[in-house]
């Protein structure tokens, strides 16, 4: 009996509606990263599969080749699934919604421009990062991820009403297509008491979509309290320090990924297996499969996981001089701890570590 948690390889309409999805985000963003040709992997591009250990000098002990069928599953390997959590937890805050901007919102009238670069921490040295296309499945301590990964990006904000003020951008993983899209909402519960002690306290809610993947579907929701307070320097200019903590929600499906990606299964259908020379020309892990339809049964995906949360402290500020502005923020996400026990292979615990966030933005308020 075969493992309940495999499912088919989804259909056309599936891949239909990725690939719609993706080019949509490329719209959206404005560039041709990966219009036209064949799509190029970066170092920091997600490749899933390599969070199954081969270092042995052994292939990827998920899979089973026979001439006739390929099948995977966990096995003895109940680490899996945690492997696949942790790297989730980290890369959400990595890509979780950039909030750096005081309580006080712009005003029914105003219209902010920033761009955005942001550097998160992550643990690099432990193995679930090895799920990234930079590492080397069979000698991953070879390679490995940068200690900070970098995000650029840009955002657009509008104050609609007081107290209302909304914001949407976009974010880019450096050295990846990896995108998120992202939005926010914010309601000033308390602000324009300039004269007066009291801080400025406003509520925000934001989300921020991965796009530029087929390996996982990742979404980052947040919900976080800030205040703030500014102050004017010599009339000219307006200085206001902000304190927060955000409740981050990460949510994360994995997409269909093929355990052997150095077989494609329609050429290996396709060869003629009484032909020496066509199969010789096959890498060595399918050369057996030649002429059989064995080898689309390598798509596998990960088991559904519960939600995972992690706590985002941050304080920052933001200096404005005429319609010029730049903001600073530094962030603290202690390490996560959030545990799913329902996966087949049994628990599945994030044992990410504790990651730090620098961010700078400037911009044009208008």
């Keep these: 009996m075969g493992c309940r948690w495999?499912?088919?390889?989804?259909?056309?309409?599936?891949?239909?509606?990725?690939?719609?999805?993706?080019?949509?985000?490329?719209?959206?963003?404005?560039?041709?990263?990966?219009?036209?040709?064949?799509?190029?992997?970066?170092?920091?591009?997600?490749?899933?599969?390599?969070?199954c250990d081969t270092s042995q000098g052994r292939g990827c002990a998920w899979v089973t080749q026979t001439p006739t069928r390929t099948t995977v599953a966990f096995g003895s390997d109940t680490a899996a699934n945690t492997r696949f959590?942790?790297?989730?937890?980290?890369?959400?805050?990595?890509?979780?919604?950039?909030?750096?901007?005081?309580?006080d919102t712009l005003g029914w009238a105003g219209f902010q421009l920033s761009a955005d670069l942001d550097?998160?921490?992550?643990?690099?040295?432990?193995?679930?990062?090895?799920?990234?296309?930079?590492?080397?499945?069979?000698?991953?301590?070879?390679?490995r991820p940068a200690s900070w990964l970098t995000t650029v990006g840009g955002f657009v904000r509008k104050?609609?009403?007081?107290?209302?003020?909304?914001?949407?951008?976009?974010?880019?993983?450096?050295?990846?297509?990896?995108?998120?899209?992202?939005?926010?909402?914010?309601?000033?519960?308390?602000?324009?008491?300039?004269?007066?002690?009291?801080?400025?306290?406003a509520l925000r809610a934001g989300f921020s979509d991965l796009v530029g993947t087929d390996q996982v579907t990742l979404r980052v929701y947040s919900l976080d309290v800030v205040i703030s307070k500014a102050f004017s320097i010599a009339g000219t200019a307006r200085f206001e320090p902000f304190l927060g903590w955000d409740a981050?929600?990460?949510?994360?499906?994995?997409?269909?990924?093929?355990?052997?990606?150095?077989?494609?299964?329609a050429t290996v259908q396709k060869t003629n297996a009484a032909n020496a020379s066509a199969v010789s020309a096959l890498p060595k892990s399918c050369q057996a499969q030649a002429g059989t339809s064995a080898d689309f049964g390598a798509n596998f995906t990960f088991p559904g996981q519960s939600l995972i949360t992690r706590n985002r402290w941050f304080g920052g500020a933001?200096?404005?001089?005429?319609?010029?502005?730049?903001?600073?923020?530094?962030?603290?996400?202690?390490?996560?701890?959030?545990?799913?026990?329902?996966?087949?292979?049994?628990?599945?615990?994030?044992q990410s570590g504790t990651q730090k966030t620098v961010s700078m933005s400037v911009g044009l308020d208008l």
């Design 318 to 350: 933001k200096l404005k001089l005429w319609n010029l502005f730049l903001a600073g923020q530094f962030a603290v996400i202690p390490a996560g701890g959030s545990r799913d026990g329902s996966t087949p292979m049994g628990a599945a615990n994030d």
């Design 119 to 143: 550097v998160t921490q992550i643990s690099n040295g432990k193995s679930f990062w090895n799920g990234i296309e930079g590492v080397q499945p069979a000698n991953p301590s070879s390679t």
């Design 6 to 51: 495999l499912r088919p390889v989804p259909g056309p309409a599936w891949r239909s509606r990725s690939r719609s999805r993706s080019q949509l985000a490329r719209g959206l963003i404005g560039l041709s990263l990966l219009i036209g040709g064949v799509a190029h992997a970066d170092r920091n591009d997600l490749r899933l599969i390599n969070l």
């Design 85 to 103: 959590r942790s790297l989730m937890s980290e890369l959400g805050v990595v890509i979780a919604p950039r909030l750096q901007t005081p309580a």
């Design 159 to 201: 104050g609609i009403v007081p107290p209302l003020e909304l914001g949407v951008g976009a974010v880019n993983v450096l050295q990846s297509g990896l995108w998120a899209l992202q939005g926010y909402v914010k309601v000033a519960v308390q602000e324009g008491f300039h004269d007066m002690p009291l801080p400025s306290l």
């Design 248 to 265: 981050l929600l990460i949510s994360a499906k994995s997409g269909v990924i093929d355990a052997t990606p150095e077989c494609d299964a």
